[in-house]
């Protein structure tokens, strides 16, 4: 079978700042551009069968400089955060009064509430089944976003969701699951190029 590559889009002023970036479709910042135009020599060596996109801006236009012609899946957008989109962890710690990280405590409930981990999860899972007969072709990328990908290696790995904590990803990074000894593997995890 062949790899899933998981590319995390570029850089945005919302992730340079450290501000949770859910549904809000923010734009690339140039440093953004430039670290996903820095992927195509990468894309290119890897010769995918198929790409698949989130339908958000920063992670379509990621997959085209990139070199990528996706088609769009709406289970790649990013975790809809709900009231906390937007907000950095300092300020929701601050809202909330208290300690808070998305992975143990999730997003706010009322008005505006976002998604679950549960609800994630099985977005993510869901995605993973339609695309495990497209491996079959050859090596598949997915582009989307942090959170959302974290979560979606804890499905590929049966791991706990609430696991996907534990799994950083920065910008434009490029991280390849497959199988060892035919057991589900992360194979590479948050490589970036360099920058000339």
């Known amino acids: 079978m062949a790899e899933l590559i998981l ?5 945005t002023e919302w992730s ?17 551009r430039a670290q996903a135009a820095a992927l ?46 937007g907000l950095t962890a300092a300020q929701i710690q601050q809202q909330r009064g208290g300690p ?20 994630v999860a099985a977005r993510a899972s869901a995605l993973l089944t339609d695309v495990a007969p497209l491996l079959a072709d050859g090596p598949v990328v997915l582009v989307a976003h942090g959170h959302l990908l974290r979560v979606l290696v804890t499905q590929w790995l049966g791991f706990p969701a609430q696991d996907g904590a534990n799994f950083v990803l920065d910008p434009a990074s490029l991280s390849t699951l497959g199988h060892e000894h035919g057991n589900p593997a992360v194979l590479t995890w948050n490589e970036r190029p360099r920058q000339a």
Do not use: K
Request: glycine content about 12%; overall charge negative.
């Open 40 to 85: 195509a020599p990468w894309v290119a060596a890897l010769s995918p069968a198929h790409a698949i996109t989130s339908p958000l801006s920063r992670a379509r236009d990621t997959a085209a400089l990139a070199g990528l012609r996706a088609g769009v899946d709406d289970r790649l957008a990013e975790w809809d955060y709900g009231g906390y989109d």
């Open 7 to 11: 590319i995390r889009h570029g850089e």
């Open 100 to 119: 808070w990280t998305l992975f143990a405590d999730g997003v706010p409930p009322g008005a505006t509430p976002g998604e679950t981990l549960t609800q």
């Open 16 to 32: 340079r700042t450290g501000r949770h970036t859910g549904r809000t479709d923010v734009p690339l910042t140039e440093a953004g």
